[in-house]
């Protein structure tokens, strides 16, 4: 009914003023927000990803965000793992198992389009086994009736969550009235070594956390056709020494790059690569086959301390602090466990195109996003990258189409913005058509002024309503990063790289579980918060 009233004094206040638009209110809606962090598995295991609970009762899993699919995907059973490995391992890479058997709400479909998925172009639908259960985002928020894959085969090395441009989770969400657009916000979060540089990230549907972007954007169109969308070029890359100087390792010139959620490391070219090697100290030992997959391996002594900037085209400068670029190289244990394979060593989540990989485009994974937020606009075809602003506050603002609307605010210091704009485009001038806008605004303002007291009590009333749909996300949890595709989910292989001649590697695109040698326990602080609410 408050609702309803809002809406009817917006009419006819909106009546006399010809550019009046639709308000925030108008959707009742808020952004909804998941967390990026932790997930407590059985027997205990912690896996990072997007945290999500399926099926009655909840089973908890840890997903990938995956920009190229739409559909959710999960594995039920083990056996797409390598056949050397034991089950709970496989549950610790996969980010969870679902037992079907177990949900009192789980009903099996005839196919994807029998479960209402969407299109899946390119993907193994077919060979999937499709259904329907009750998904949970958070504790205030459950959907029935939602499609699934059950996966049966090896193409999704994790859980995988579908953000692409047809997203099952976004159309769900904006069919029900509960987002206000198929847009999505993303801060990986801190996957440091230390306690004091781990910070859970968040997934925010239908909109993003102004509270975690800082400083101008960059706001760029979907690339067209196959491949990567969210295309950024890369005008330098930058060793940020610990001595206050630097070196450019670009090269030859700038770059494309793409924005990749789901991939552990950045990868680069080869050249590139051989001048940041030519610049670091340290000794190179091997590639990591462990959780960030194909990342450098050096001698822990004297590897590189210093930081590494990306600088787009735009003039946005995006700079990885050394705490997320280089960390203790993680492995599976025998548990299922996250564990250091070797205290001597570190790895730096860098990846060198080469070999069969050479021509591909580099991607700039989840390092990336652990200093950068980003905006994804499906419905416009749009994305905004900004500076990120690592933080527990909270402030999330929804997109509706053609404008923004704050929602919630846990004590963030930023406040909301308007419709992202591109970033470093000059202030217009002004003009006598803006100064007669500014005299009807003002008027506008005397006039929504006059109406302030009765819409008081109703604006408090749905912001009510409105903070219902958004919770704080947890505290800063331990672990480094997420099961790592091979290659953003290609089928080739890469070459091992060091600044030597290279030899063919292994052809496996699955971390390396290692049973020859023995594991050192990761010193990791026990989260607070590890498993989705049950309430």
Known sequence: MATLGWHALLFLLCLPFSACQSSCAHSATAPVQVPIRNVTLPDQILRRGVALSIGTPPQNFALQAYL??????????????????????????????????????????????????SLE????????????????????LDMDKFPVAISRSSEWTMNTLGLGRNSTILNALFNAGRIGSRSWGLFWGLTGA????????????????????????LTENFQTGPGCSLVVTVRDIIMNHPN???????????????????????????????????????????????????????????????????????????RIPNHQLVVPDLQVGSDGQIQIANDTTREILLNSLQGVNANDMPLLGQPFLSSSYLLVNNDEQKFTLWKGQPTLNQKLVG?????????????????????????????????????????????GA??????????????????????????????????????????????????????????EMSTTRHPHFMDSQPLFELPIRTPRSSTLGTG
């Open 194 to 217: 230390e306690a004091n540089f781990q910070m859970d990230g968040s997934l925010v549907f239908g909109g993003y956390d102004v509270a975690k972007v800082t400083g101008d954007n």
């Open 399 to 443: 997109i509706v189409p053609s404008t923004t609307c704050t929602s919630v605010d846990h004590h963030a210091s930023s406040t909301a913005t308007s419709q992202p704009s591109k970033a470093g485009k000059p202030s217009p001038k002004v003009t006598r058509g803006t100064i007669a806008g500014l005299v009807v605004g003002l008027s």
């Open 244 to 318: 206050g100087s630097s070196t450019s390792i670009i090269g030859t010139g700038p770059m494309k790059a793409c924005v990749a959620p789901d991939v552990p490391v950045i990868t680069i070219p080869l050249p590139k690569w051989l001048l940041f090697a030519a610049a670091a100290p340290g000794t190179f030992v091997n590639r990591s086959y462990g959780i960030n997959l194909w990342g450098m391996v050096y001698k822990a002594e004297n590897v590189y301390a210093g930081d590494l900037t990306f600088a787009l085209d735009s003039g946005l400068n995006i």
């Open 121 to 140: 172009p390119g993907h193994a639908v077919n060979t999937s086994v499709w259904g329907t259960d009750k998904i949970r985002l958070n504790s205030g």
């Open 446 to 503: 005397i006039a929504f002024g006059t109406a302030a007291i009765l819409l008081w009590r109703m604006r408090r009333a749905a912001r009510r309503m409105v903070e219902a749909e958004g919770t704080t996300h947890g505290t800063t949890s331990p672990h480094w990063g997420t099961a790592a595709r091979g290659l953003f989910g290609y089928s080739k292989h890469e070459l091992q790289a060091s600044i030597q001649p290279p030899q």
């Open 68 to 117: 190229s699919a739409n559909n959710t995907f999960l594995y039920d059973v083990v056996k797409f793992c390598p056949s050397d490995i034991s089950p709970i391992r496989c549950v610790a890479y996969k980010g969870g198992t679902f037992d079907l058997g177990s949900s009192s709400t789980w009903a099996q479909a005839a196919g994807a389009e029998d479960a209402g998925a």
